[in-house]
């Protein structure tokens, strides 16, 4: 059996994947906190002209609930993320006299954290999505009313958001069975 010091390349691909986890879900919880901080109340906060475009109460409070949804998805993704970067780095430090980069960490408790940490962001993503839908609609006029600018406002956000979320959740079902 060779006693030389090993090295192994692999965990540190997925400390950089949890890092880049909390990096995305740290820039959303701020976009999360600027939409909290704006006041859907606001009469002079509205570029509507029409009064049968006029939001209704509901709107502003999905608006509201669907912002404290994000934040708490990208919270609880970002716990999970954090938490698995820790047992990982945890379980690095136990082969201090050998130079690793591989930790030996149950698979199935990596698999799964990342994986309730991809759906953490996921649902956050989905609520932030709607929480703009219903920005849009206070800002340029409800759905309903036909307004172009909320449709050409609306239609790409529900186009590309849904296609990146796809891609993501594609490349998360590929490293769970992989």
Same mark, same amino acid.
């Given at each position: ?7 192994? &390349?692999?965990?540190?691909?997925? &400390? #950089? ?28 906060? +509205? ?8 939001? #209704? ?7 509201? +609930? ?8 990208? !919270? ?42 991809? *759906? ?23 759905? +309903?009313?036909?307004?172009?600018? #909320?449709?050409?406002? *609306? ?10 979320? !796809? ?12």
């Amino acid at each position: 059996m060779d006693d030389r010091p090993y090295l192994k &390349i692999g965990t540190c691909v997925q &400390i #950089t994947a949890v890092d880049g986890i909390v990096n995305v879900n740290s820039l959303f919880t701020l976009a999360v906190f600027v939409g909290l901080a704006w006041n859907p109340f606001d009469s002079s906060n +509205s570029l509507i002209t029409d009064p049968r475009c006029n939001p #209704t109460a509901r709107m502003a409070e999905d608006l509201i +609930s669907y912002h404290v949804f994000s934040f708490s998805s990208f !919270l609880f993704s970002s716990l999970i993320a954090l938490g698995t970067k820790q047992a990982i780095r945890i379980a690095m430090s136990r082969e201090t006299h050998k130079i690793v980069l591989l930790a030996h960490v149950n698979k199935t408790f990596l698999r799964l954290s990342m994986l309730l940490s991809a *759906v953490g962001s996921l649902c956050g993503c989905g609520f932030l999505m709607l929480a703009l839908v219903n920005m849009i609609q206070i800002k340029l006029g409800t759905l +309903s009313c036909g307004s172009s600018q #909320t449709i050409f406002a *609306v239609v790409p956000l529900v186009i590309f958001v849904p296609l990146g979320l !796809l891609i993501y959740v594609s490349s998360v079902v590929y490293a769970f069975v992989s």
